[in-house]
């Protein structure tokens, strides 16, 4: 529902309060699973960042989006702290892709957004749900928020307080991520056309 400040800015700050508020839930849905949880992380963020969701104010969803992402690593982290661990911990790539390029795991841009909001979003939540809950931040900061393995691994680090988030290990979680996905969906189509 529309705050008053928003109606009276007109249907365009309606709009873009709708339109932040949807995001935001998505982005906090993707990450923690939980929409109950996903819903209060994105009330906190919004007020963490004082942030008008019905103006057009330059880098503020972006703000916001970093306190989300914030908050739901310190949540994810309070509930399964041995995903973060990283000492002594070794990622298992199987074989299956050599980069970190979506597109070298046979998913488009099209077919994540597609998986993202389309027909297979529930089949994406269900994989999501059986990653462990780290590998999971690192998919969805590197595939869905587009951030690079650096960046992630800054975020990380921030959160856990933990040297070992490094690029190349957020790098290696992505892609032992992409491969599991990427078996997924080999299973579902080859499931699909038997």
């Not at 935001?24 to 969701?53: R, T």
């Not at 994540?112 to 900061?141: H, I, N, T, Y």
């Not at 992505?174 to 599991?180: E, G, I, K, N, P």
Request: hydrophobic fraction near 40%; glycine fraction near 6%.
């Amino acid at each position: 529902m529309p705050n008053q400040d928003c109606l009276e800015q007109g249907s365009a700050g309606v709009a873009r309060a709708e339109h932040t508020a949807l995001e935001l839930f998505q982005l906090a849905s993707l990450l923690v699973g939980d929409p109950q949880e996903a819903l209060q992380l994105v009330e906190e963020s919004v007020s963490a960042s004082d942030l008008d969701p019905c103006a057009a104010e330059p880098g503020a969803e972006e703000r916001v989006r970093r306190k989300l992402t914030e908050r739901a690593l310190q949540w994810m982290r309070q509930r399964a702290p041995q995903s973060f661990e990283v000492e002594g911990t070794s990622v298992s790539l199987g074989g299956c892709v050599e980069t970190d390029d979506l597109e070298a795991a046979g998913i488009s841009s099209a077919k994540l957004a597609e998986m993202l909001s389309g027909g297979q979003r529930q089949k994406l939540r269900s994989w999501l749900d059986e990653l462990p809950m780290a590998q999971r931040a690192v998919f969805v900061l590197r595939a869905v928020l587009g951030r690079n393995s650096q960046t992630a691994a800054e975020e990380f680090r921030q959160v856990c307080g933990a040297d070992g988030w490094t690029a190349d290990y957020v790098s290696a979680m992505f892609r032992s991520a992409l491969c599991s996905l990427a078996n997924q969906l080999a299973h579902s189509t080859s499931a699909a056309t038997a």
